[in-house]
Antibody
Framework: QVQLQESGPGLVKPSETLSLTCTVSGDSVSSGSYYWSWIRQPPGKGLEWIGYIYYSGNTHYNPSLKSRVTISVDTSKNQFSLKLTSVTTADTAIYYC??????????????WGQGTLVTVSS | DIQMTQSPSSLSASVGDRVTITCRAS??????LNWYQRKPGKAPKLLIY???SLQSGVPSRFSGSGSGTDFTLTISSLQPDDFATYSC?????????FGQGTKVEIK
């Protein structure tokens, strides 16, 4: 059974860098079929896709966040990570990692982590 | 970006009720539409992909329909485990975008 688990600080100061890691079990981030993704939900708002990384290291980011986002993969630990720089209070959200796949009808997400709340505050 | 609008934003229903949630896209997305169930503290769950295809393991009381810009998620007979928030997501173009969610509450 595929499981994903987010980890990282729950509190980040404004202007600093948010760093999260997703540990995958039951599948390999090296498999060529999936797009390992980060998605977030700010309080009171809908879900927002942040970006994904493919096993080859190719990435694709949401244009709205592209200048501040880096997603990387560590195949030795079966993990992938998110870094978001220069955070503001608008980056306060529940952050999810998810497994994305193209199933002939675009990219959807079939396995998710439980999410981790990251608060940006001084 | 394609905007996704869900209605209603919340609804109250009883066990056994038939529930319908609507999702509208800001442009035509064919059947590139997915539905998710979300509960606090739990991993979101993919219910429906390609507008009407049931994800493996999802009960058959869930169904999806629609194409173009208008889509619906129907729960034929609401069960206690179904009280949750439901979100649609378009997969027609990058970035994938989501509706704001519909919260289904106990009446």
């Amino acid at each position: 059974q595929v499981q994903l688990q987010e980890s990282g600080p729950g509190l980040v100061k404004p202007s600093e860098t948010l760093s999260l890691t997703c540990t995958v079990s039951g599948d390999s981030v090296s498999s060529g079929s999936y797009y390992w993704s980060w998605i977030r939900q700010p309080p009171g708002k809908g879900l927002e896709w942040i970006g994904y990384i493919y096993y080859s290291g190719n990435t694709h980011y949401n244009p709205s966040l592209k200048s501040r986002v880096t997603i990387s993969v560590d195949t030795s630990k079966n993990q992938f990570s998110l870094k978001l720089t220069s955070v503001t209070t608008a980056d306060t959200a529940i952050y999810y990692c998810a497994r994305g796949a193209y199933r002939g009808y675009g990219l959807n997400f079939d396995y998710w982590g439980q999410g981790t709340l990251v608060t940006v505050s001084s | 970006d394609i905007q996704m609008t869900q209605s209603p934003s919340s609804l109250s229903a009883s066990v056994g009720d038939r529930v319908t949630i609507t999702c509208r896209a800001s442009q035509s997305i064919s059947t590139y539409l997915n539905w998710y169930q979300r509960k606090p503290g739990k991993a979101p769950k993919l219910l429906i992909y390609a507008a009407s295809s049931l994800q493996s393991g999802v009960p058959s009381r869930f169904s999806g329909s629609g194409s173009g810009t208008d889509f619906t998620l129907t729960i034929s007979s609401l069960q206690p485990d179904d009280f949750a928030t439901y979100s649609c997501q378009q997969s027609f173009s990058i970035p994938p975008t989501f509706g704001q969610g519909t919260k289904v509450e106990i009446k």
